[in-house]
Nanobody, 123 residues
Framework: QVQLVESGGTLVQAGGSLRVACATS????????MAWFRQAPGKEREFVAA????????YYADSAKGRFAISRDNAKNTVYLQMNSLKCEDTAVYYC????????????????WGQGTQVTVSS
């Protein structure tokens, strides 16, 4: 079992930056591929970014490429999402997820989920 707790979500102005974090506990963090998803009101949960167990391989949604960066610190059992040049359409609840296996943009491939952290981007 892996427990995931997101933090760092807040209200930020468009064009600003924000870093959210996901702290994990339970089984060995470094075994897992990690990902960030987000869900806006009335919309389906969508993939944002993923990172493999070592941090050497990352994968981004087109909407995140060039603006967001996913990273992990296995010594701290934490994964991060640095978000720059934020837009109003980035407003959503951001969830981290964990999976044993290859990187994926499919929510169904992730077995553990956090409760989410709200990111609101104002114009």
């Amino acid at each position: 079992q892996v427990q995931l707790v997101e933090s760092g979500g807040t209200l930020v102005q468009a064009g600003g930056s924000l870093r959210v974090a996901c702290a994990t506990s339970g089984r060995t963090f470094s075994y897992y591929a990690m990902a960030w998803f987000r869900q806006a009101p009335g919309k389906e949960r969508e993939f944002v970014a993923a990172i493999n167990w070592s941090g050497g391989n990352t994968y981004y949604a087109d909407s995140a490429k060039g603006r967001f960066a996913i990273s992990r610190d296995n010594a701290k059992n934490t994964v991060y999402l640095q978000m720059n040049s934020l837009k109003c359409e980035d407003t959503a609840v951001y969830y981290c997820a964990a999976s044993i296996g290859i990187l994926s943009d499919k929510p169904g491939n992730y077995m553990y989920w956090g409760q989410g952290t709200q990111v609101t981007v104002s114009s």
